[in-house]
């Protein structure tokens, strides 16, 4: 009888220990998980499709699907499910900071208490909803051919000294995201004029030196790449990686981290209120946050937000945080302002 109990006990105990591997996920949420047996995401981006072999090999039981949309398609997605009640998404996770706190805040997430959550500084949660997922430097990105080292602005300063002191040398020279066609245009702009005291004679400048305003950061880099433009301004530092080591070998493209400041992005993730697989979005969004997650981000050459795997992040970072500031860039009277100034920038004579 004593044997048999001890065997009860044991298998009580098993059912309640951890049954993630590698992370601290619940044992009753993994079990849900493998019977829910699927997890949808929308992201803004594809980078992440390495992710899906690793999380299926620890969780064979759950399929993880990927759905590429842009930031603002996601928004209008999210919000049609909801109003249908026709639910698709599990996990919401893009570089769009300002509209997923706007999701958050308008009642589009459900909160979850991660055990993982520890991991992540306090700049990256908000509400037990909104989860930082990344680390990542904003950068310049320049043609190494045609910019000789000592000419490569290093730091916002000495981007605007080199248009105030040579305005023709720039003139059409310079990419960068359309803050009115561009929601991570719009942060960009709002950060830096809000971070950067000369922000706004450094956004001037660029206007008079006839910058050109871009929505996809694609085109922007290979007309960097092309000798079309010789820099381009306020590049997620990830996507420059990825570009670089792609076609920087053969078109002599590179990109710095500015010396001054720079802006820090955070990819955000949060479970839809509605999500159909709930135990499988929480299985997911704690792998995410565990080492082994985070690993597989730094091998898709993400910054991790996890402090101590892989190189430090750069100094003089302006981490953008996850949480009610961003909802300022909703503010239709504070973005109008912000945009009326760029327009008058555009429109300005460029002599």
């Known amino acids: 009888m004593l044997a048999g109990l001890a065997a009860a006990g044991l298998t009580a105990l098993a059912g309640c220990g951890p049954a993630a591997p590698g992370q ?17 995401v929308y992201i803004n981006n594809d980078v ?3 992710l899906v072999a690793d999380f299926e090999r620890r969780f064979p039981k759950v399929k993880l699907r990927f759905v590429v949309l842009t930031a603002r398609d996601t928004q209008a997605r999210v919000i049609e499910e909801a109003k249908s009640g026709k639910p698709v998404a599990d996990v919401v996770w893009t570089s769009a900071m300002d509209t997923q706190v706007k999701l958050i805040n308008d009642g589009y997430a459900q909160t979850y208490h991660s055990p993982e959550a520890r991991h992540l500084p306090a700049w990256a949660r908000w509400r037990d909803q909104g989860f930082g997922m990344t680390n990542e430097p904003i950068v310049f990105v320049y043609n190494k ?19 105030r002191a040579d305005p023709q040398r720039w003139r059409g020279k ?5 803050p009115e066609r561009s929601g991570v245009g ?3 702009l709002s950060s830096d004029t809000e971070v950067y005291p000369d922000g706004w004679a450094l956004y001037e400048a660029m206007a008079a030196a006839q910058a050109r305003p871009y929505v996809p950061g694609k085109p922007m880099l290979d007309r960097v790449a092309s000798g079309e433009h010789l820099l381009a301004y306020d590049m997620n530092g990830s996507y420059a990686d990825w570009y670089v080591r792609n076609y920087g070998p053969e078109r002599d493209i590179g990109y710095l981290v500015p010396e001054d400041y720079h802006l820090s992005i955070s990819r955000v993730a949060f479970i839809t209120q509605a999500a159909p697989h709930p135990h499988a979005a929480r299985v997911f969004l704690d792998y995410l946050m565990s080492e082994a997650g985070q690993r597989r981000l730094l091998e898709a050459r993400l910054t991790p937000i996890r402090a101590g795997l892989g190189a430090a992040a750069p100094s003089g970072g302006r981490p953008i945080r996850v949480g009610p500031a961003l909802l300022a860039n909703f503010d239709q009277g504070r973005r109008e302002a912000l945009l009326a100034r760029w327009r008058a920038g555009q429109a300005s004579d460029p002599r």
């Open 174 to 178: 310079i990419g960068l995201y359309d």
């Open 186 to 188: 719009f942060l960009y």
């Open 24 to 40: 601290a996920t619940r044992a009753g949420d993994v079990r849900a998980a493998g019977r829910e047996g699927e997890v949808v």
């Open 145 to 163: 051919t045609l910019l000789k080292p000592d000419e490569v602005p290093r730091s916002h300063a000495a981007l605007l000294a080199a248009l």
């Open 48 to 50: 992440h499709e390495q």
